[in-house]
């Protein structure tokens, strides 16, 4: 008789796919893609995507049978098995880890899920089966119930079926760590006070502010706002109508003339209001769409560089449009924190429901609520708007792909794996449907650059600004002069305080820049120099002044500041360094009657952080926004007149060789941020080496030097773009374990790669989480095969563990780890 099997992904690490035996109704029923429950191990049941279903019996054990199959339709399709197997083998990783990856938790029941009651509405019980009821019922007197709870309660093996029903009868979920739903943003509105309702009231307060002629404008401004558009007027519109400063408007408020008031406005549910034309290209833009297109007829992929605010997203715009009319899906990628309600706002009015988000802040419900929408080509999911992960969701007819700050580090995922990259990523998607793929930067990365000058990209510029905005003017100050000459205050120079000042005074809003790298506070004793450690990691605690804690950053340890110094007693601490926090206090010391806000990790950590901050910048409540990187990435305030980058010189020592790189790339998107109107923008950057060639790069613009002065350093040194990458990182909590095993694997590995094997090396902090690390890093030139370089690499890794004293050894690959 015919035997039926098939092979499976099981979401854990497992070097190879797992064969199950089936009876021939089940291979009847079953297609790659659909999810069935099967047992492991002991006692673990876990959920598996099917990948092949077959007649060949495994040689090296005995086929189990499946315990349950869970769908009636493939929920994975043929095209994303395809691009998994892609991350796996590029990657150096396993289908389970791809697998983990691409699918939100509510599809992955296993022993270990923990499932909880829905706190929303209780449910109509009637329509639960007993089994069901029981489950349910359990879940009234226990907050929740792992998979082998359920077992036992129902006394029966194959329960995830049960606990799949109960999901979709909305009667419990899967509990996840993080659970954030996104935020409806508070939107503030500005109305006349109740007493001056009548005409003769409005009359005789007119009169009372004939000495007052600017603040009577504002309020004859928002009578007439009001009258014309029947709607509530905003705090931000009501300025931008009467050209009146934010304190003209606050001191009518403040006199109780004015009135301020919030309205609730969801950002993510469209509400269906009637969508906006797009909007008519200039001819810049017309020309770079027709150029675009042009590429496309030649080439896959294409690098739009277009400069801030040239408007690039006008364009995606177009080109998606035409997309939609030929009745195909569009994934629009976006580094996490770029993904903006700004942006999402933007695409809906034209897009209306089409434009379906997806993102981390999303819990797996409505994460799931996606994927089906994009599974059945839904209305709802023509155009995803997403960031990194959502190259795994199921489309089946892409017709393009757009990639915007495609030069984005946060595209690659670092840990766990599948350390993928989500650009390098969505380009073999877009093969896999024959689709297209627009790359888009003001600042591109160098390998796109180099792409696209190699001919394996095409190439579009946008060098306008709209609406001929002129670029942000752009001043180097030298501290270490200003510091000789007694012209600094804390860390503000003369020339900062003075822009501030004229900024502040006309009415204009400011962004201090800080980076966030190397720059934490740490905490030090003025008598013997000793610094608090990390007791777990090698590294410095930084000091919050805000909590009046030590933390490290690598493992989340913290303790409360001391108050004496841990080795000599010595009560002076100096709590000096330059984070944000202390920016923050020395601007709050400077311009004391002027709003100052901080953003960072710490001030947006909470739920909605972030959103909470970028709205009262726009609605102008804040004056001064002090932040870090996260202010760089597609904001547009158009308030924001100055700039200023507190020092240059962290950004452009960091040990890394794409540190020049990404300097210039953040400097002029934070630049980019300032002057986004008619009136001219001002950067000044504060540096102790103004003569720099990034720094001469940033303030005159200039891509190509910068470009062609990299890729000159990258030849010399063979670095990416010019030869590949690959690093390995070997992990163990005893040092001398790693010790051996790093030098047998590096030796191994130049048996092969001679010259091109570099390490091991200790990273600059060698212990994290009492783990000890080494690295060893591969430089692959262009020539050589990838293919059989990683080949050679898993026959090493696979003897390395065969050694009885390495096993306990973590071992990491990461391929392209730039
Ligand atoms: P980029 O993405 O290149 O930084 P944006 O697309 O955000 O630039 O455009 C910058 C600003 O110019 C936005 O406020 C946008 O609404 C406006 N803009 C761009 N193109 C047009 C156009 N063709 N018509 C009207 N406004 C435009
Ligand atoms: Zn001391
Ligand atoms: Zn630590």
Known sequence: MKQYYIDVIIPIPLKKLFTYSITASEADFLKPGMRVAVPFGKSKIYTSI????????????????????????????????????????????????????????????????????????????????????????????????????????????????????????????????VYEKYKPKLVRYVKLHNEYASNEALQVLLDDLSRAPKQRDVVLTLFSLSAKTKKPVKVAELAHESQASNSIIKALIDKGILEAYFIQKDRVEYLGENTETTKHLNSYQEQALAEVKTAFKSHSVTLLHGVTSSGKTEVYVKLIEDVLSQGKQVLYLLPEIALTAQLITRLQNYFGEQVAIFHSKYSTNERVEVWNNVLNNSNKAQIVLGARSSIFLPFNDLGLIIVDEEHEQSFKQFDPAPRYHA???????????????????????????????????????????????????????????????????????????????????????????????????????????????CTNCDVSLTYHQYRQQLRCHYCGYHAVMIKTCEACGSPEIDSKGFG???????????????????????????????????????????????????????LDFRNVKLVGIMNADNMLNFPDFRAHERSFQLMLQVSGRAGRTQERGKVLIQTYNPHHNILQQVSTNNYIDMFQEQMNDRYNFKYPPVY????????????????????????????????????????????????????????????????????????????????????SVKVILNVDNF
């Open 580 to 634: 944000t926090e202390q920016i923050e206090e020395e601007v709050k010391a400077l311009f004391t009657e002027y709003k100052v806000a901080r953003m960072d990790l710490d001030t947006t950590r909470g739920k909605y952080g972030y959103e909470k901050i970028i709205t009262a910048l726009e609605q102008q409540d804040i004056d001064i926004l002090v932040g870090t990187q996260m202010l760089t990435k597609g």
């Open 423 to 533: 650009r390098d990523t969505s380009i073999v998607l877009a093969n896999i449907h024959k689709a297209k793929a627009l790359l888009g930067s003001a600042t591109p990365s160098l390998e796109s650059y180099f792409n696209a000058q190699q001919n394996k990209y095409g190439f579009v510029e946008l060098m306008y600004r709209y609406n001929n905005v002129l670029m942000p003017d752009i001043e180097l100050v030298d501290i270490n002069e200003k510091q000789k000459k007694k012209r600094m205050k804390g860390h503000f120079s003369d020339r900062l305080i003075e822009e501030m000042t004229e900024t502040l005074k006309e009415g204009h809003q400011i962004i201090l820049f800080q980076n966030r790298r190397g720059f934490s506070p740490i905490v030090e004793c003025k008598t013997c120099g000793h610094a608090p450690q």
């Open 724 to 807: 590949k990458q690959i690093k390995i990182t070997l992990k163990h909590k005893d040092y001398n374990r790693v010790e051996t095993a790093s030098n047998w694997y590096a030796k191994s590995l130049r048996q092969v790669f001679r010259g091109f094997v570099l390490g091991p090396e200790a990273p600059p902090i060698a212990r994290i989480r009492n783990q000890f690390h080494k690295n060893i890093l591969i430089k692959i030139p262009k020539q050589q095969s990838l293919a059989k370089t990683k080949e050679a690499i898993i026959k090493i890794n696979n003897s390395f563990l065969n050694v009885k004293d390495f096993r």
């Open 50 to 177: 099917v990948y092949e279903i077959h007649n060949n019996a495994p040689v090296a054990y005995d086929a189990k049978d499946i315990h349950q199959i869970l769908d009636e339709t493939p929920i994975v399709n043929a095209k994303q098995l395809e691009l998994w197997q892609w991350i796996a083998n590029y990657y150096m990783c396993t289908m389970g880890d791809v697998m983990r990856a691409a699918l939100p938790s509510g599809f992955i029941l296993e022993s270990e899920t923990v499932i909880t009651k829905r706190s929303i509405a209780p449910i109509d019980e009637s329509i639960l089966e007993d089994d069901e009821f029981l489950i349910y019922e359990a879940l009234h007197h226990q907050s929740s119930l792992k998979v082998h709870d359920v077992v036992n309660i129902l006394d029966k093996k194959n329960v995830l079926p049960v606990i799949k029903r109960l999901i979709e009868k909305e009667a419990i979920s899967v509990e996840e760590e």
